[in-house]
């Protein structure tokens, strides 16, 4: 099963884990159709000891680990009129919330559209797992083969849908 691998801050990463943040912004999507599985990587933070992810369950280090997985039921593609329609929505507490200012969204963006990936069926790990957990797609074109992943995407990249671990 195909699947994706995203690297996400270490604050977003926190806010996706309780529960706040149902929408993930990026410039790009992949060319799969969605419902497909994510595996959410936490990225380090930059300051010492800011590393703690409090998930309901338990807190833990999850810097630099695979911290949890969901199912992007939706991917839209987002102009700025769309995007100001989705800030507005958040006020509503909808299951729309990318947890972020209209401000923050237009630098991130640059004043390209963008991609609003849609968390749903959120699944925290009681314990990170490690990149080396996961099978990272290589090759061009066709899906090649499987190699065990070795470093973090930098956006994210395309993966098995199962854990090796």
């Not at 992949?30 to 807190?59: L, M, N, R, S, W």
């Not at 680990?65 to 009129?81: I, R, S, T």
């Not at 990318?98 to 699944?123: A, F, N, V």
């Not at 061009?140 to 956006?155: D, H, I, N, V, Y």
């Amino acid at each position: 099963m195909k699947a994706v691998m995203i690297s996400i801050r270490h604050m977003w990463a926190y806010l996706i884990c309780i529960g706040s943040k149902t929408v993930e912004i990026r410039k790009t999507a992949p060319k799969i159709k969605p419902p497909f599985k994510c595996f959410i990587y936490c990225t380090k933070p930059k300051e010492k000891y800011g590393d703690v992810i409090q998930t309901g369950k338990a807190h833990y280090y999850g810097g630099g680990k695979v911290v949890g997985e969901f199912v992007c039921d939706a991917v839209e593609k987002l102009d700025m009129d769309s995007v100001g329609l989705l800030i507005d929505r958040t006020k509503e507490y909808t299951d729309w919330n990318p947890c972020m200012e209209r401000g923050e969204l237009l630098q991130y963006t640059g004043g390209m559209k963008p991609y609003g990936w849609h968390i749903s069926d959120l699944k925290i790990y009681d314990q990170p797992k490690p990149l080396s957990d996961i099978k990272r797609w290589q090759g061009t074109g066709a899906w090649s083969t499987l190699e065990r992943l070795e470093r973090a995407p930098q956006s994210w990249c395309y993966v098995d849908g199962g854990l090796i671990g």
